[in-house]
């Protein structure tokens, strides 16, 4: 790793592990989305939306210590970009569930729940990883693994696609549905995003 002669602000790796530990919270309330009733998906959207809430407060926090900062643990663009991508992952997961409220959505097509496998996999794997910026160890099989897990949700998004133009469902159906797994989608591909950035944050540190 890099020798600096000057001492680092490091409140930023307690603030990105609990930015991460909040996205666990928020996958966690999409693996019950799929086995909740239409009361319990409205209780499970008011969670999930307090966890975005929370999610946005954790953002902010991020970006006001970088804003008062005179010296940051790596390159304040990626602490920005970092922050985001972990609070676009929120944002994505808080309108997945609040679509399928919102559309009354009875039955989620088949497919979804491995959707949310891989979200709630690379939750966790984030999480784990977020810790291990203050020394740049252990980061290289977080990455690869992300990647992997976003490229297996390619393959869902698209299997899920082709089921829901196989004609059996009504226009507006898949239009709603399309939209929800859509957005689901966006989450693995801001996971993604979120390992690209530790990845270039390593290099860069190395």
Known sequence: MRFRLTPRETSFYDMFAASADNIVTGSKLLMELLGADASGRTEIAERMRAAEHAGDDATHAIFHQLNS???????REDIYSLASSLDDIMDFMEEAV??????NVEKLPKGVEQQIEVLARAADLTAEAMPNLRTMENLTEYWI?????ENQADQIHRKLLAHLFNGKYDAIEVLKLKQIVDVLEEAADAFEHVANTVETIAVKES
């Open 145 to 149: 693994e992300v990647n992997r897990l």
């Open 69 to 75: 900062s005179f010296i940051t643990p790596f390159d």
């Open 98 to 103: 609040d679509l399928v409220v919102l559309y």
